[in-house]
């Protein structure tokens, strides 16, 4: 494992206040977490979009919190010293103030999160603030918000006209006071996302396929390595095609098999040539 010390708040704060960027990454599993941990990633965020990349659904609304619960727990065995975000899946927070309270509740005493995000602006201030006051850390998301896609009119840039940018910036300094240390924009224009960030005090702004200049920067892991198949968001860089290594492993692993070149003697276990013949004469 990394010999690095905790992530904390005052890290990442101390990275804005140094102009190093934020790496975030999402991630949904122990093998994966182990490695995000090994790569030095500073976030990780475990996002409802699990219930795409993990669960095959074709939106993030069917996730539930035993879900997020439960990979949550997996990606923090894997990365026990990155800044661990758990991400509050669809009505686990939009009826009260308290659901909210109690749900980010679990993510904190069940899977030893560091911070929770939840999605909307203006309207979910006082849930920001009653789950901050509770004593919990907290990001807000603004742009792009999968669990709105439908009221959104679907996945597309938002904040292009001025009155809808205007919007985004009023819910961004919304958040900001009512106590999100951070705020994810999500598929926002550049220069919008770089205006709410010189406008921020005390508040992180994160970029996802919104510019560079954010303090940090999100990608969806499965996106980087070509392993969803459904599409490739344009804010995504394929950093390594891992989808396809995986696809040609999988189809050598066929033609061995169905040609009975797999396995060889290396593969399996062999017996004593005497224990051997005293099994049959056992028999």
């Not at 102009?19 to 949904?28: E, N, S």
């Not at 069917?62 to 619960?69: F, G, K, L, N």
């Not at 709410?196 to 994160?206: F, Q, S, V």
């Given at each position: 494992?990394t010999?690095?010390?905790?992530?904390?708040l005052?890290t990442?704060?101390k990275?804005?206040?140094d102009?190093?960027p934020?790496?975030w990454?999402?991630?949904?599993?122990?093998?994966?977490?182990?490695?995000?941990?090994?790569?030095?990633?500073?976030?990780i965020?475990?996002?409802d979009?699990?219930?795409?990349?993990?669960?095959?659904?074709?939106?993030t609304?069917?996730?539930?919190?035993?879900?997020?619960?439960?990979?949550?727990q997996?990606v923090?065995?894997?990365?026990?010293?990155a800044f661990?975000v758990?991400d509050?899946?669809?009505?686990?927070?939009?009826?009260?103030?308290?659901?909210a309270i109690?749900?980010?509740?679990?993510f904190?005493?069940?899977?030893?999160?560091?911070?929770?995000?939840?999605?909307?602006?203006?309207a979910?201030?006082?849930?920001?603030?009653?789950?901050v006051?509770?004593?919990?850390?907290?990001?807000?998301?603004?742009g792009?918000t999968?669990?709105s896609?439908?009221a959104?009119?679907?996945?597309?840039?938002?904040?292009?006209?001025?009155?809808?940018?205007?919007?985004?910036?009023e819910?961004?300094?919304?958040?900001?006071?009512?106590?999100?240390?951070?705020?994810?924009?999500?598929?926002?224009?550049?220069?919008l996302c770089k205006?709410i960030?010189?406008?921020a005090?005390?508040?992180?702004?994160?970029?996802l396929?919104?510019?560079?200049?954010?303090?940090?920067?999100?990608l969806?892991?499965?996106?980087?390595f070509g392993?969803?198949?459904?599409?490739?968001?344009?804010?995504?860089?394929?950093?390594?095609?891992?989808?396809?290594v995986?696809?040609?492993?999988?189809?050598?692993y066929?033609?061995e098999v169905?040609g009975?070149?797999?396995?060889?003697?290396?593969?399996w276990?062999?017996?004593?040539?005497?224990?051997?013949?005293?099994?049959?004469?056992l028999?």
């Amino acid at each position: 494992m990394t010999d690095r010390k905790k992530v904390t708040l005052p890290t990442l704060f101390k990275k804005v206040a140094d102009g190093v960027p934020i790496t975030w990454l999402t991630c949904y599993d122990y093998p994966t977490a182990y490695l995000q941990e090994q790569a030095g990633i500073d976030m990780i965020l475990v996002g409802d979009s699990l219930g795409m990349t993990m669960l095959g659904y074709d939106s993030t609304l069917p996730v539930t919190m035993a879900d997020m619960i439960r990979h949550t727990q997996a990606v923090r065995r894997g990365a026990p010293t990155a800044f661990l975000v758990g991400d509050m899946p669809y009505m686990t927070y939009q009826s009260s103030v308290e659901t909210a309270i109690l749900n980010a509740g679990r993510f904190m005493a069940e899977a030893s999160c560091d911070a929770i995000k939840l999605e909307g602006g203006a309207a979910m201030a006082n849930r920001i603030r009653g789950i901050v006051e509770a004593g919990i850390p907290a990001i807000g998301h603004l742009g792009l918000t999968p669990q709105s896609v439908a009221a959104l009119g679907g996945f597309r840039v938002q904040g292009k006209s001025a009155e809808l940018a205007k919007k985004i910036v009023e819910d961004a300094k919304a958040l900001e006071k009512a106590g999100a240390f951070a705020i994810l924009l999500e598929m926002v224009p550049d220069r919008l996302c770089k205006l709410i960030t010189a406008r921020a005090e005390n508040c992180i702004i994160m970029s996802l396929g919104s510019g560079p200049d954010a303090h940090g920067q999100l990608l969806i892991y499965h996106d980087m390595f070509g392993l969803y198949p459904k599409f490739k968001p344009k804010m995504a860089k394929v950093f390594g095609n891992a989808g396809e290594v995986i696809l040609n492993g999988l189809k050598g692993y066929a033609a061995e098999v169905t040609g009975k070149t797999f396995p060889q003697p290396e593969n399996w276990f062999g017996m004593p040539d005497e224990e051997y013949n005293d099994l049959l004469r056992l028999l």
